[in-house]
């Protein structure tokens, strides 16, 4: 038994494709980057983002490139008013 072979039919099992993240999204990682923001202080904002209802969160199955394979990482998105 090959397990790759193995990991290549689980993936193909379960959909495992990376998704792509519309426009809009981003991750903690490109906020800190943008705003130059600790990662403690970035968490925090963005927890205050979604409790008063300016943020939105989900997760996309993206590639992880430290891991190499593919993991749902967080994105946010802001919330227009109309």
Request: glycine share 8%; with cysteine; proline share 6%.
């Amino acid at each position: 038994m090959s397990y790759n072979h193995l990991l290549d039919r689980l993936r193909e099992a379960v959909g495992a494709t990376a998704e792509k993240v519309p426009p809009g999204w981003f991750t903690p990682a490109d906020f800190r980057e943008k705003t130059g923001k600790p990662e403690r202080t970035t968490a925090s904002i963005l927890a205050k983002g979604l409790k008063h209802g300016v943020l939105e969160r989900r997760k996309f199955r993206v590639f992880n490139e430290s891991q190499g394979c593919l993991y749902p990482t967080t994105h946010y998105r802001e919330i227009r008013k109309k």
